[in-house]
């Protein structure tokens, strides 16, 4: 596996373990079928609970069931993940960062108790709530609301795009609180069996098709009033969930672009034309030796993120240069790879075609490729550049 800088060597026996258990699972479980399960745009669903036996849903939080681990065992799973499907490492990212950290962080201790043990066992699928048909790169202007009738709040509003909606027990779903000063955003835990909320499967995706995508439509959805988290108001809330979600992304990335990288590097010694093989042509060892190049230093990038984080100074504008960039780097480098396995790089038995569709949402969500540019340039200038 390409580790140029031997950035491996440093790592401790948890970090290894956690690698080679989330390795293991990949080559094991998953490999076999995902590249079916892309084609026919479905989750492997039995794995679900199987992650949560092996700790793979926020393993870096503390208690509740989760051990703490490191940041840098929690990015190295995520990379693991990712070298499979990005669609493996939404699941995990969605479920760990963008819904138990929240409950984490914010919720109450019954809220906690209610669903963090259960999310991190895979036996309650989440899913996150933010986006609008309307608005997407800026969720403050969300319509989504929320209203205070006696000891309950009345939800109203449509989130699209939301991972896992169709198969998840709870959504977190962000909405302007219609009864307090300022409308704040507040986050709601919300059970999607409460009548008056459905969540259609979006279909005919040509993106991370491993992956369930969905709608939240809540059409006077009413919750008791401990579904809000108590812990936070303001767009602080889904944003601070977001920033832990690209922590891994940037990771993940590093995942699937390895994985395009071994697949070529494999292809170029195993093809032979010629009269032998295709890696013997400068041509192709060009494109490897910019692959592993591109990846070794979106790898130095995630390895840096792992210890600002672990040692509390990591900001988001660092987290946003290493989504931008690591994202970026997959996304051109995936489709070299598909390049140099010539014809059998079309089909769906090779993973580099499949991660090359995948890294469009990957560069999509999560803030897309331009939003982080202008969170970029708005930390280096002083100046804000959105609207
Ligand atoms: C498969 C998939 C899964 C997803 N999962 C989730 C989920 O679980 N939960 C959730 O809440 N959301 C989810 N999303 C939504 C995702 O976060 C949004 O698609 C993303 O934020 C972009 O919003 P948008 O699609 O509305 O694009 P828009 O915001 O309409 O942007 C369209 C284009 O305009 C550009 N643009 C926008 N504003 C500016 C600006 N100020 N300056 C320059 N360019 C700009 C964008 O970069 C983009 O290129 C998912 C999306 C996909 C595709």
Not at 33 to 43: E, K, R, V
Not at 165 to 181: L, N
Not at 321 to 332: D, L, T, Y
């Amino acid at each position: 596996m390409l580790d140029y800088l031997g950035l491996e060597a440093d790592l401790g026996e948890e970090e290894r373990l956690i690698r080679d258990t989330a390795r293991d699972f990949v080559d094991s479980e998953v490999r076999g079928d995902i590249g079916q399960h892309w084609l026919d745009g479905t989750f492997p669903t039995d794995l679900i609970p199987k992650m949560g036996e092996l700790g793979f849903y926020a393993p870096n939080l503390a208690g509740y069931g989760s051990p703490n681990v490191s940041e840098t065992a929690y990015g190295l799973l995520m990379q693991e993940l990712e070298a499979a499907d990005s669609g493996l490492r939404s699941m995990a990212s969605v479920q760990g960062a963008l819904v138990m950290y929240p409950i984490h962080a914010f919720g109450s201790e019954d809220q906690k108790e209610r669903w963090l043990p259960d999310l991190g066992a895979g036996d309650a699928v989440g899913c996150f709530g933010l986006t609008e048909p309307e608005h997407g790169s800026n969720p403050s202007a969300m319509e989504t609301h929320a209203v205070k009738e006696g000891d309950e709040y009345v939800l109203n509003g449509s989130k699209t795009w939301i991972t896992n909606s169709p198969i998840a027990d709870v959504a977190v779903v962000w909405a302007k609180d219609r009864s307090a000063d300022g409308n704040p955003v507040r986050g709601f835990l919300v059970e999607t069996d409460t009548d008056g909320v459905t969540t259609n499967k979006i279909d005919e995706k040509l993106s991370l098709r491993a992956s369930i995508t969905g709608e939240i439509a809540l059409q006077n959805a009413h919750v008791p009033e401990d579904a809000v988290l108590p812990g936070v108001e303001g767009m602080k809330g889904p944003l601070s969930c977001l920033t832990q979600a690209r922590y891994g992304i940037a990771w993940g990335a590093v995942g699937a672009a390895r994985d395009c990288f071994e697949t070529a590097r494999q292809y170029a010694t195993d093809r032979e034309q010629f009269g032998g093989p295709i890696g013997r042509f400068q041509l192709q060892q060009q494109k490897l030796a910019e692959m592993a190049t591109q990846i070794t230093t979106a790898q130095l990038l995630a390895y840096r993120l792992a210890d600002l984080k672990e040692r509390g100074d990591l900001r988001p504008q660092h987290v946003s240069m290493a989504k931008r960039n690591n994202v970026r780097m997959a996304r051109e480098q995936a489709p070299v790879a598909r390049e140099m396995l010539g014809g059998n790089g079309i089909v769906a038995d090779h993973s580099p075609m499949r991660h090359m569709a995948n890294m469009e949402t990957v560069y999509t969500y999560e803030g897309t490729h331009d939003i982080h540019t202008l969170i970029l340039g708005e930390d280096l200038t002083g100046i804000p550049a959105y609207e």
